[in-house]
């Protein structure tokens, strides 16, 4: 892609969450699977943003959002631990 390895390795971060979210068999009703969706690719976006900066405290505002997305993780334990329960059967 480019010679950023920031960019690079943000962008394949988001199709492989992107690709995560779209294999999920869990009901599609989940907000989780969403919001773990528009998390995993919010982190490349703000990224990508932050190379046009105005200036460099510009640059360093919006790369410091790009990294607060530790709920990021959060969401990513709470999906582990929803796929890993049993599902309940329906009658």
Do not use: W
């Amino acid at each position: 892609m480019s010679e950023n390895k920031l960019l690079d390795l943000s962008f394949k971060f988001a199709v492989a969450i992107v690709n995560l979210v779209d294999g999920v068999t869990v009901p599609k009703s989940s907000y989780m699977i969403d919001q773990l969706a528009r998390a995993g690719t919010s982190v490349g976006a703000n990224i990508h943003e932050a190379q046009y900066a105005q200036s460099k405290k510009d640059f360093i505002a919006k790369l410091g959002i790009a990294f607060y997305f530790y709920c990021l993780l959060y969401y990513l334990l709470i999906f582990k631990a929803l796929i890993s329960l049993p599902r309940k059967s329906s009658l």
